[in-house]
């Protein structure tokens, strides 16, 4: 059963997150833009089975954690703020945290890890991220959180829709009291997603010189991790590419690699079975690199 945490992230802004299980190596679970941190609920439960405590954090702007006054939602900010919750972890629990970071998640892990603070994670597992991505696939991903973001929906059916003809291979569920979560109520009757627009209506187009430079980057902070990483893409994502994986191969030679078949981007919500196993291997690969 989750129980609520808050930690404090770089700004001293309120960060939500539940917690699963009770002891053992911490587990931190981030989200990929625009989704909250009950998106992992189902792998929490499984790895806190394992003996783990887990963390399922709501990144700033998004879910139940603050808007960020200043607008800063940059990938430097949301490291900042890994940083800030790996420390608070630490002292919680004696040890430094595994994280596992799908998308602005993985990306914020990368840059936490390799550039601002080497040291802050004990391993990082990135889920269908690497430092450069197809640009068409990330434009499509922007295309849909922007859209419809100051209109809304009138019913949680018509945002069900909206990811239906997003997500047109993904069997659409008959409940949706998970997407509801994802959503919230204004005042005006109508719902959006849970998250701040000013995350989306930041500059985040793909390509370009500022683009470049963000990869660039990201391409120095990977080739700087020296903690374990495992590395998850979705055989049919439309952001990483096989060239993609190869590439990061390149950039962290001790990094393991899985391909998860019938997934795409959103690798756990395509096939949270699969990817939850391929987290446990490689946890309990870390326990008995540490026994050995």
Request: negative net charge.
């Amino acid at each position: 059963m989750a129980m609520p945490v808050i930690f404090e992230g770089r700004e001293g802004n309120r960060l939500v997150a539940d917690r699963y299980g009770g002891s053992g190596q911490p587990v931190l679970l981030l989200h990929g833009g625009g989704q909250t941190r009950h998106s992992w609920a189902g792998a929490a439960e499984r790895i806190a089975a394992l003996g783990h405590v887990v963390y399922c954090l709501d990144q700033r702007g998004h879910g139940e954690s603050d808007w960020v006054a200043s607008g800063h939602y940059g990938f430097e900010d949301f490291a900042s703020d890994l940083i800030a919750v790996s420390g608070q972890i630490l002292a919680e629990t004696g040890a430094r945290p595994v994280v596992v970071g799908a998308s602005l998640g993985g990306l914020a892990s990368m840059l936490a890890e390799g550039e601002l603070e080497s040291g802050c994670l004990a391993a990082l597992v990135l889920v269908d991220v690497t430092p450069r991505m197809d640009h068409g696939g990330v434009g499509k991903v922007i295309g849909f959180m922007s859209d419809r973001i100051e209109a809304g929906f009138a019913t949680v059916e018509e945002a069900a829709e909206a990811i239906a003809a997003y997500l047109p291979n993904r069997k659409r569920p008959s409940d949706l009291s998970g997407l509801s979560k994802n959503l919230r109520l204004g005042d005006d009757g109508r719902y959006r997603w849970h998250w701040d627009p000013k995350f989306i209506l930041a500059e985040r187009s793909p390509g370009g010189a500022k683009a470049a430079m963000v990869e660039e980057r990201m391409v120095a902070a990977a080739s700087h991790l020296k903690v374990p990483v495992l590395l998850v893409r979705g055989r049919n994502s439309e952001l990483v590419s096989e060239s993609h994986a190869r590439e990061f191969q390149e950039l962290v030679p001790h990094a393991l690699f899985t391909d998860i078949q019938g997934a795409g981007h959103m690798v756990a919500g395509d096939r949270n079975d699969v990817f939850a196993g391929a987290v446990e291997g490689f946890l309990l690969g870390l326990k008995t690199s540490e026994q050995a």
